[in-house]
């Protein structure tokens, strides 16, 4: 029995996806141990390592793995993923910060609770990518920004337009 066509391309996509989670994870883990060395605490210092990883993580997912970022697109689509991302950057970094705090050798090694914390954010995050923040697949194209996109789209219109308007995608 094969797998269709829809089944491969999410697959691939899903592939891909990981492989710049494993760039991000590189990124996060070089950081945080590069401001550890400095003498930042670990909780402090896994803020700045994870808000980097995510800005890299950013730029290569949806220029790479989605192929939908333009010059019109891009702020919308980042905030969107910073938001989400943001949430499953949480959720990973409570775990993260739990871990150390067990203050175990098993438990407290930095790499293994980066990732645990890595696992639990890739499945958020690559769920909330894939449908929230760089759309669907439409007629072989993606839309950057998706929903969340739109409606920081719509806000930004708002306010750019003294706050008159209903909350939506800006329309051209």
């Not at 003498?39 to 390592?49: D, H, I, K, L, N």
């Not at 697109?73 to 993260?96: D, H, R, V």
């Not at 067990?102 to 639990?120: A, E, K, Q, T, V």
């Not at 998706?146 to 409606?151: E, K, Q, R």
Request: proline content about 3%; some cysteine.
């Amino acid at each position: 029995m094969g797998f269709s066509t829809a089944t491969k391309r999410e697959g691939h996509l899903a592939l891909r996806y990981s492989l710049v989670a494993g760039v991000g994870l590189l990124t996060d883990g070089c950081v945080l141990s590069a401001l550890e060395h400095f003498g930042v605490e670990p909780a402090w210092a896994r803020v700045f390592s994870l808000a980097s990883a995510m800005q890299v993580t950013f730029w290569i997912n949806g220029l790479w793995v989605f192929r939908c970022l333009t010059r019109k697109s891009w702020a919308p689509a980042w905030l969107g993923y910073m938001a989400t991302s943001g949430f499953g950057n949480l959720c990973n970094y409570l775990a993260f910060v739990g871990l150390v705090s067990l203050h175990s050798p098993l438990w407290s090694n930095r790499w293994l609770d980066l990732m645990i914390g890595g696992i639990i954010a890739w499945t958020i995050n690559y769920s909330c990518a894939r449908l929230l923040v760089f759309g669907r697949r439409d007629a072989g194209r993606r839309e950057a920004g998706g929903p969340i996109g739109a409606l920081a789209q719509g806000v930004a219109g708002r306010i750019k337009s003294g706050g008159s308007g209903a909350i939506g995608p800006v329309r051209r």
